[in-house]
C-alpha cells in the first residue's frame, strides 16, 4: 500500500484550469502506473485518465479529451492532472490511485484494477 495525498482542488469559472497534485509515499512510486477518477454526487467513481509506469503512455476518457492532461514527474513522486476549459460538468471530487502490480503496462481503467487511493480534492466548477 502507498500513501495518496491530493491537492490543488477548488472552485473556479467556466473556462478556467485547475492542476491536480497527487504524491505518493512509497519510494518505489516510479514503478507503478497512475490514475485519476473522479466521483459528483449520486454517482458511480469515473474514470479519467491514467498513466503508464514510465510516463511514456497516457490515455483519458472521452468526456476529458483534448481538455485534461495526466504527467508525472518519478523524480519527485508525483502525478499530475492539468485540467483546462472546465466545465460545470467537471465538478466531483477528484482521487488519484496507484496500480496494483509493478511494471503493469495493461490498460487500467476500472477502480478494480487500483490498489491504493487518495481521500479526494473537491473540484467545483461554476457556470
Known amino acids: 500500500q502507498v500513501q495518496l495525498v491530493e491537492s490543488g482542488g477548488g472552485l473556479v469559472q467556466a473556462g478556467g484550469s485547475l492542476r491536480l497534485s497527487c504524491a505518493a509515499s512509497?519510494?518505489?512510486?516510479?514503478?507503478?502506473?497512475m490514475g485519476w477518477f473522479r466521483q459528483a454526487p449520486g454517482k458511480e467513481r469515473e474514470f479519467v485518465a491514467a498513466?503508464?509506469?514510465?510516463?511514456?503512455?497516457?490515455y483519458d476518457s472521452d468526456s476529458v479529451k483534448g481538455r485534461f492532461t495526466i504527467s508525472r514527474d518519478n523524480a519527485k513522486n508525483t502525478v499530475y492532472l492539468q485540467m483546462n476549459s472546465l466545465k460545470p460538468e467537471d465538478t466531483a471530487v477528484y482521487y488519484c490511485?496507484?496500480?496494483?502490480?509493478?511494471?503493469?503496462?495493461?490498460?487500467?481503467?476500472?477502480?478494480?484494477?487500483?490498489?491504493?487511493w487518495g481521500q479526494g480534492t473537491q473540484v467545483t466548477v461554476s457556470s
Open positions: 490511485a496507484a496500480g496494483r502490480q509493478a511494471y503493469d503496462s495493461s490498460w487500467l481503467s476500472r477502480p478494480a484494477d487500483f490498489g491504493s
Open positions: 498513466i503508464s509506469w514510465s510516463g511514456g503512455s497516457t
Open positions: 512509497r519510494r518505489t512510486f516510479s514503478r507503478y502506473p
